[in-house]
């Protein structure tokens, strides 16, 4: 017969009775429980880290055609932005019209993650389109590139809602968020077969220790294997 296990939340309040008194604090608890693993002889097994779900091309194609067919001016300009650049939403919602140079096609990304600045590139072909977007919003008095009805930079959440409308409307199995955009790109952009050192100057990713004698590459390098490259996006 199996012994039935008393739930975790129920053995965690049995134990807390022994503890109050102690006015414990994470480190104590955390050396108790390290010494009642080593007493019970339980093994620590690594979790494997479960792969992020990468979106196929033609789930992209499909997803994007829905918002192309939305024909909200402002989601389309967003998402595009999203895919050619796979800045993170927390990136995006702080991105003003002075941080685009449409001369060089590159967006700033001001104290990103790690409170690190960047440049990240956008296909020569989304230029004028980009710029068009940016001087029919000149007579709303905006800052931010992008900005709800009531002249407020979207939160993080607001951002999710709308890609997450268009997940629905495309039928899609999983919702397409801004990171699965961004794993997107990136995926997409090693299949192409561009060397990592190429990538990372504009992914904002902590350079790799086998990378760090090549992350000093120019950026004008970087640009020009990405622009040759997105010439065959799905979008």
Request: proline residues 5%; charged residues 30%; aromatic residues 10%.
């Amino acid at each position: 017969m199996i012994n039935k296990r008393t739930s975790p939340r129920k053995k965690a309040l049995q134990i807390a009775k022994n503890f109050r008194s102690e006015d414990p604090d994470y480190g104590y608890l955390r050396t108790v429980f390290m010494h009642l693993r080593q007493i019970l002889e339980v093994e620590v097994k690594p979790q494997p880290k479960k792969l992020p779900y990468v979106p196929k091309e033609e789930e992209i194609a499909k997803y994007y055609e829905v918002v192309w067919k939305n024909n909200n001016i402002q989601d389309i300009i967003m998402i595009k932005v999203l895919l050619y650049t796979g800045i993170r939403v927390s990136e995006l919602i702080r991105l003003k019209k002075s941080d685009v140079d449409s001369d060089r096609c590159q967006i700033r990304i001001t104290a990103g993650k790690g409170k690190k600045d960047r440049i990240v590139p956008f296909p020569k072909s989304f230029r004028e389109t980009l710029v068009v977007y940016m001087s029919n919003t000149a007579e709303k008095l905006t800052s931010y590139l992008f900005e709800s009805s009531w002249k407020k930079p979207y939160s993080d959440r607001g951002i999710r809602r709308i890609l997450e409308k268009y997940s629905k409307l495309a039928g899609m199995s999983q919702n397409i968020s801004p990171h699965k955009l961004r794993h997107f790109l990136l995926t997409w952009l090693k299949k192409q077969g561009i060397d990592d050192a190429l990538i990372q100057p504009y992914s904002g990713h902590e350079t790799r220790k086998s990378l760090e004698v090549y992350s000093k590459l120019s950026l004008s390098e970087a640009q020009d294997v990405y622009e040759e490259s997105i010439k065959d996006f799905p979008v």
